[in-house]
Nanobody
Framework: VQLQACGGGLVQAGGSLRLSCAASGRTLDTYVMAWFRQAPGKEREFVAGINWSGSSTYLIDSVKGRFSISRDNAKNMVHLQMNSLKPEDTAVYYC?????????????????WGQGTQVTVSS
């Protein structure tokens, strides 16, 4: 599975971005998908995850109410809608895929990774 993330950019605080992750190589409809982010000087952290059908999602507290994760299995894509962005959301965002059931928050539990897309939020 190859994952390609896009949609990052520079936005002012309070603005919105929509990240997308496209998969190739095989279909994602049996995979758990997630977004992680890594800010400068910090460890990569889990942001949001979604189960194979899209019926279950999990987001970290700091983005709840502002971010949402969705998937389109027919198009083999996953999205992260980010609203009310804050400077502390600045990071490289990565999409990841997990072959086994259950949304997990640790990097080592994901099998495939995209290359990352930069999100910069100015104050």
């Amino acid at each position: 599975v190859q994952l390609q993330a896009c949609g990052g950019g520079l936005v002012q605080a309070g603005g919105s971005l929509r990240l997308s992750c496209a998969a190739s190589g095989r279909t994602l409809d049996t995979y758990v998908m997630a977004w992680f982010r890594q800010a400068p000087g910090k460890e990569r952290e889990f942001v949001a995850g979604i189960n194979w059908s899209g019926s279950s999602t999990y987001l970290i507290d700091s983005v709840k109410g502002r971010f949402s994760i969705s998937r389109d299995n027919a198009k083999n894509m996953v999205h992260l809608q980010m609203n009310s962005l804050k400077p502390e959301d600045t990071a490289v965002y990565y999409c990841a895929a997990r072959r086994t059931l259950g949304i997990r928050i640790f990097q080592h539990e994901y099998d495939y990774w995209g290359q990352g897309t930069q999100v910069t939020v100015s104050s």
